[in-house]
């Protein structure tokens, strides 16, 4: 008898703060980079995608991508050249 434990999992693997324009102001936000694996016994093997999320503390916006939420297609071009990085 086989008994597997298998699952996914969300990881971070970046996090940077960048300038973004905010309704003609300069503003700070908070991205983070995150990747999605499939786990075999807790260990992650196989990388499925990566996720972000954008945190604005000037306007105290948070968007994820991904799942049920959707990010503006400005934010997600953000993230996505920050998540080149990692």
Do not use: W
Request: hydrophobic share 40%; proline share 5%.
């Amino acid at each position: 008898m086989f008994f597997f434990i298998a699952g996914s999992t969300k990881k971070l693997v970046g996090q940077e703060t960048r300038k973004i324009n905010k309704n003609g102001f300069m503003v700070n936000a908070d991205i983070k980079v995150f990747k999605n694996y499939i786990t075999l016994f807790f260990i992650p093997l196989i990388p499925i995608g990566k996720n972000y999320s954008i945190y604005i503390p000037h306007a105290d916006e948070y968007y994820e991508s991904g799942g049920f939420s959707k990010m503006p297609e400005a934010y997600l071009e953000i993230c996505k050249e920050v998540g080149r990085k990692f």
